[in-house]
């Protein structure tokens, strides 16, 4: 939950103090050792802490221009300073500007975690007032433009959302609309005169249409605007005052509003668009199919004529085919990256029903289909480094003979079983990947016991992330890394103890640490009596007669 990072050039008070407190008790689920000040900015770049815990008097930069540092770099990290009665009075100075408290030494372990606690509970405070009503309602007011335009383009790309959870975002982003509404959909097209702006440019040409929109709109439409994925200029519309208007009024009534705002364009921003303004329709039941048909008319009758204006939706000229539910977000792809495996077989369950939905579903349907999924499978199975072919045997040969899947039935029962594969296979390979690399870090650590096993160097060694490998290690052999390595450490110990005449410092730099005393004190920790001591009870074994 929390991060406590100790800074001092002695090591063994660093060491004391991280491995022998139960910080834990805390909520401090990782503590970081650092033996300079420059070593500490090296980890406070690299990862968030919550906590520094750090001497005063170090070589190089001293413990004050690191809590500057961390004030000026990382202002939600609190930090404690250790001082000695020499610079008690600097130490005050320093909590007056910084610090969030200051420590004599030596410092007792009750001193230490009392003053952490106090420094955790000013940090929850400040979260806690961060993420306040206010202070999320506040921020909620000044995204309310991108989080407005982001819910429109969900909705015009067919994403599903329950009626109950949609009046909910209108009323939470202020938006006049609701579900069961008539409106119309405006579709502005800049044109080549735009062509030659810049990514800013063209930004604020599209910003001034919005303002020109709700000009010439006025007080007689509510507008809801964003830009979709073609960089055409969406604006849905609804009369400000629906009880008095019929549908056929509101149809004329935004088609000259949105003719006259094709030519304020013209003239104010000097550059053509072309204009499609869609039927009336019911939102947000028809608004995905509303938007594909006024794509499609801008395609095919506008192409690339200029400043053309196109009214209606088309629907005479047939309902654009193209299966929808194939291509929703999350698609395939990206849920078998994330090994969402009953997210896929919902999904697919889905995509089947829509083909059997289809009034006249086509083998061109079906290949769409196949296509698709199957370029989805062999995607994930070759970013894995193997052979489509390798992961699914017989499977793979029906997909050289279209004409295996002449049914909904045949393809579904193929989709299903390489699925099914392709999670066995992936779970294997997930679970023998795991297993090497504790086998990587289990060897490392024998090998360099008597230099650094950090959790960072480990990491290093075995190319993973600090936190992801600690949460595998513990996943595959339930117990943590900080208990292995110490473990290893002390098994080692003890049998040195027994099985050579090595002096207590030669064992200690052997195991890794940099003080005797320390060693001592964690030897006593785990077997109850000292190095020396243990050493001294054991008898010799006499030969059996």
């Known amino acids: 939950m929390y991060t406590l990072l100790i800074v001092d050039d002695e090591a063994h008070l660093v060491d004391s103090l991280a491995d022998t407190i139960p910080w834990q008790e805390l909520g401090v689920t990782n503590v970081y050792k650092a033996y300079s000040a420059y070593e500490a900015m090296e980890r406070l770049q690299r990862q968030t802490i919550d906590v520094v815990l750090t001497d005063i008097r170090m ?16 202002n939600k990290t609190k930090c404690i300073l250790l001082t000695g009665h020499a610079d008690f009075e600097y130490a005050q100075k320093a909590v007056q500007h910084q610090a969030a408290d200051y420590l004599l030494k030596p410092v007792s372990d009750e001193e230490a975690m009392a003053s952490v606690h106090k420094a955790l509970h000013r940090l929850k405070q400040q ?72 990514y800013s440019s063209v930004s604020l040409v599209q910003y001034a249409v919005g303002n020109m929109a709700e000009e010439q709109f006025g007080g007689d439409f509510h507008l809801w605007m964003c830009k979709d994925p073609h960089d055409y200029l969406l604006c849905l519309c609804k009369p400000a005052h629906p009880e008095s208007v019929t549908r056929e009024q509101l149809q004329s009534a935004v088609e000259s509003h949105a003719a006259a705002l094709q030519e304020h364009i013209k003239t104010y921003l000097k550059g053509s668009a072309s204009v499609h303004v869609s039927s009336v329709f019911l939102f947000p039941e028809e608004l995905s199919l509303t938007y594909d048909l006024s794509v499609s008319a801008i395609r095919r009758k506008a192409g690339s004529a200029r400043h053309v204006f196109l009214a209606g939706s ?62 989805s499978f062999a995607y994930i199975v070759h970013k894995n480094g193997r052979r489509l072919s390798e992961y699914i045997g017989r499977d793979f040969e029906a997909l050289l003979d279209l004409g295996s899947f002449r049914t909904i039935a045949r393809m579904r029962e193929w989709s299903a079983r390489v699925l099914e594969q392709l999670k066995l296979e992936t779970e294997d390979e997930t679970r023998w990947n795991r297993v090497s690399v504790v086998k990587q870090v289990q060897r490392f650590i024998e090998e360099q016991l008597s230099k650094d096993v950090s959790l960072q160097t480990i990491a290093e060694h075995v190319f993973l992330h600090p936190v992801y490998l600690s949460k595998v290690y513990k ?6 890394l900080s ?47 000292t190095p020396q001591e243990y050493r001294d009870r054991q008898v010799p074994r006499l030969p059996s007669q």
Request: aromatic share 10%.
């Open 59 to 74: 070589p190089g930069m001293n413990g004050l221009e690191l809590a500057e540092q961390i004030h000026h770099r990382w």
């Open 314 to 375: 088309s629907e005479d000229e047939g309902v654009p085919s193209t299966l929808k539910i194939l291509y929703e977000p999350p698609t395939l792809h990206h849920l078998l990256e994330m090994g969402r495996w009953n997210d896929l077989e919902g999904k697919l369950n889905k995509i089947y029903a829509e083909l059997e939905q289809c009034s006249s579903h086509t083998q061109d349907h079906l290949l769409e289909a196949l296509f698709y999924i199957s370029n």
């Open 127 to 198: 979260w806690e007032e961060i993420s306040s009503y206010k202070n999320a309602m506040q921020t909620l007011q000044e995204h309310l433009p991108v989080l407005r335009a982001g819910l429109l383009n969900e909705l015009v790309q067919g994403s599903k959302v329950s009626r109950e959870q949609l009046a909910g975002k209108l009323g939470m982003y202020d938006l006049p609309f609701k579900p069961g509404d008539d409106a119309s959909l405006m579709m502005v097209r800049l044109e080549e005169e735009f062509s030659s702006y810049d």
């Open 483 to 529: 208990d292995y390595i110490f473990r290893v450490r002390m098994e080692k110990a003890a049998y040195l103890l027994i099985h050579s005449d090595l002096k207590i410092y030669e064992i200690t730099a052997q195991l890794g640490y940099q003080n005797p005393q320390y060693f001592i004190k964690m030897f006593r920790k785990q077997y109850g009596t």
């Open 475 to 480: 996943l595959e052999t339930g117990e943590s």
